[in-house]
């Protein structure tokens, strides 16, 4: 028994405190991870004063638009459509103070590619007659996260259930002013480029200094099922970060003209079942949802954003020996909602509804080391 609550004491860390909101998509949550304390069946043979390191890699690749819950399916088929392609490692060291309080840091490395035609020449057959696609992209660290962690009841008594909060914090040490070179046509047919900012789907950070809180928990159903829940929200009370998205442009949207510093959140609920024949392995079932609000919690909520969330199915794998843990999932997008933005709401007709590109999977691998 006292094995079992081990592998699922140590699944809960692997499965909570790595929660990455990384949007499957234009709508942008940036790559974050929190690292666990823990993460391996040895988890209480270690001591106080250990570390952990762990490693996060997280794709998609996000082509289909949706406004509102609604699928353009017609941007697909005509071949106008914006597709995103996004590889991000998510580095993390964790320190455990004592069983229950930990502290982490977390720093993800990104690549990212976009391609599309109306950024360039141009959707419309007149002004793209080839109809061609060119590609942008951004290569770099994103924003680092310093977080901490505390369990509720001591895990070394084996409880049947638990609670843990966090309280993170935030920096902007990801570019969010990025640029590449975008095509243009003269009026004589004549290719040429400018540089200026990607877009905002695409940069490395997002220019403010946020604050995020975390709700880990987990209930032993039976000797090997376990469900597991848990919440994140991340408060960025800066309005705009001053990056121009159109620097050419004759006039600036006071409203829409530079990039929105957006909160963030993802919540996740599921059941985990250990398998008894390869000890430490564990499968998992449950439900995921991830997404930027319209309106922040605090602060202003001007500037360009493509607010919205997605509701995925999310199955996956975890393995632990010794003090190497292994965890992979893979959601599956269910439902899909490019919700209507602060600037959208503001058109007194209420016809105004962006929209955005969504992927149908996200793919997540996590390594942690015990040292």
Not at 56 to 76: I, L, T, W
Not at 101 to 111: A, G, I, K, R, T
Not at 173 to 186: P, R, S, V
């Amino acid at each position: 028994m006292k094995s079992i609550y081990t592998i699922v004491l140590a699944f809960a860390y692997i499965v909570f405190f790595n929660v990455t909101a990384s949007a499957q998509g234009c709508v942008a949550v940036r790559h974050m991870s929190c690292a666990a304390p823990a993460g391996s069946a040895d988890y209480f043979k270690q001591r106080n004063g250990h570390w952990q390191v762990s490693a996060g890699y997280r794709f998609f690749r996000s082509y289909k638009h949706f406004v509102g819950d609604e699928e353009q399916k017609q941007r697909v088929e005509q071949g106008t459509n914006v597709v995103n392609v996004s590889h991000a490692l998510d580095l993390g060291l964790t320190y455990l103070v004592n069983q229950r309080l930990s502290f982490s840091v977390n720093l993800p490395v990104q690549y990212n590619d976009r391609s599309s035609l109306y950024e360039h020449y141009g959707n419309a057959i007149a002004q793209n007659p080839q109809q061609k696609r060119f590609h942008t992209g951004s290569q770099g660290i994103g924003d680092l996260r310093i977080s901490g962690s505390y369990w509720l009841v001591n895990p070394a008594k084996l409880p049947k259930a638990n609670l843990a909060a966090g309280l993170g914090v935030k920096l902007p040490t990801g570019n969010y002013a990025a640029t590449d070179n975008f095509h243009k046509l003269t009026k004589e047919g004549v290719d040429y480029t400018i540089n200026q900012p990607v877009d905002q789907s695409i940069q490395l950070g997002d220019g403010g200094v946020g604050v995020s809180v975390e709700l880990q928990g987990y209930a032993s159903i039976t000797k090997t099922l376990t469900a597991y829940a848990n919440g994140f929200y991340l408060f960025n009370p800066r309005e705009t970060n001053g990056v121009v998205r159109n620097p050419t442009a004759t006039t600036i949207d006071l409203v829409t003209g530079t990039f929105s510093v957006a909160d963030q959140f993802a919540a996740r609920v599921g059941l985990s079942q250990s398998i008894k024949a390869i000890p430490g392995l564990a499968v998992m079932l449950g439900g995921r949802v991830e997404g930027v609000p319209a309106i922040d919690a605090f602060g202003g909520s001007s500037g360009f954003r493509r607010p919205g969330y997605i509701v995925s199915v999310e199955p996956g794998l975890s393995y632990m020996r010794h003090k190497t843990s292994i965890a992979a999932t893979v959601p599956v997008a269910v439902y899909r909602n490019r919700i209507k933005s602060y600037a959208d709401r503001l058109d007194p007709l209420g016809l105004k509804h962006g929209d955005a590109a969504f992927a149908d999977y996200l793919v997540s691998i996590n390594v942690s080391r015990w040292f």
